[in-house]
T-cell receptor
């Protein structure tokens, strides 16, 4: 099965700085990599995703990069704002045999004023 | 609001008891997924139903079971509860099974506390 590792577990940045969260996956057959943001008391919400045939995707202040050879992908948040404070989860989808989404262990991001 | 409704929001019960968690997917979504979120293990996939049929199983204990009804709502049954079952249980739904073209929407979760 798939195994996803996520680092760091906590990240503190100053408002306006950039934040980077990194994930690695084990199964080279995984082909879809979503990122979720979970605010306190709420369920995870998809913020950006990337497919295995794309190396980078950007949506305003958020970008995701994928290195298939190294089997790792990263979330980049620029010009961080206090409302970016949340737990972020990466995930990898292994299609076939039930299409299971495997999550990383999460990163608690704190944006300080 | 994701459109996925989970009830109850909070549940406190004693060890050895049985509880049922309920999930109503977004209108039109045929797939329902259950996840367990504990402090030390992140989001763990439990089980996936599509249009009433079980599609995939993850790390679901034998004491746990689920079903999806004809109206597409789903229930997760947890029995012989242990302290270690205390966690947040999330339901997610999507139009079709997970794929590169399918976004899954999560409910707000049920916080289960076993005392």
């Amino acid at each position: 099965g798939e195994n996803v590792e996520q680092h760091p577990s906590t990240l503190s940045v100053q408002e306006g700085d950039s934040a980077v969260i990194k994930c690695t996956y084990s199964d080279s057959a995984s082909n879809y990599f979503p990122w979720y943001k979970q605010e306190l008391g709420k369920g995870p919400q998809l913020i950006i995703d990337i497919r295995s045939n794309v190396g980078e995707k950007k949506d305003q202040r958020i970008a995701v990069t994928l290195n298939k050879t190294a089997k790792h992908f990263s979330l980049h948040i620029t010009e961080t704002q206090p409302e970016d404070s949340a737990v972020y989860f990466c995930a990898a989808l292994l299609t076939g045999g039930g299409n299971k989404l495997t999550f990383g262990t999460g990163t608690q991001l704190k944006v300080e004023l | 609001d994701s459109g996925v409704t989970q009830t109850p929001k909070h549940l406190i019960t004693a060890t050895g008891q049985r509880v049922t968690l309920r999930c109503s997917p977004r209108s039109g979504d045929l797939s329902v997924y259950w996840y367990q979120q504990s402090l030390d293990q992140g989001l763990q996939f439990l089980i996936h139903y599509y249009n009433g049929e079980e599609r995939a199983k993850g790390n679901i204990l034998e004491r746990f079971s689920a079903q999806q009804f004809p109206d597409l709502h789903s229930e997760l049954n947890l029995s012989s509860l242990e302290l270690g079952d205390s966690a947040l249980y999330f339901c997610a739904s999507s139009v079709s099974p997970h794929s590169v073209n399918t976004e899954a929407f999560f409910g707000q979760g049920t916080r289960l506390t076993v005392v």
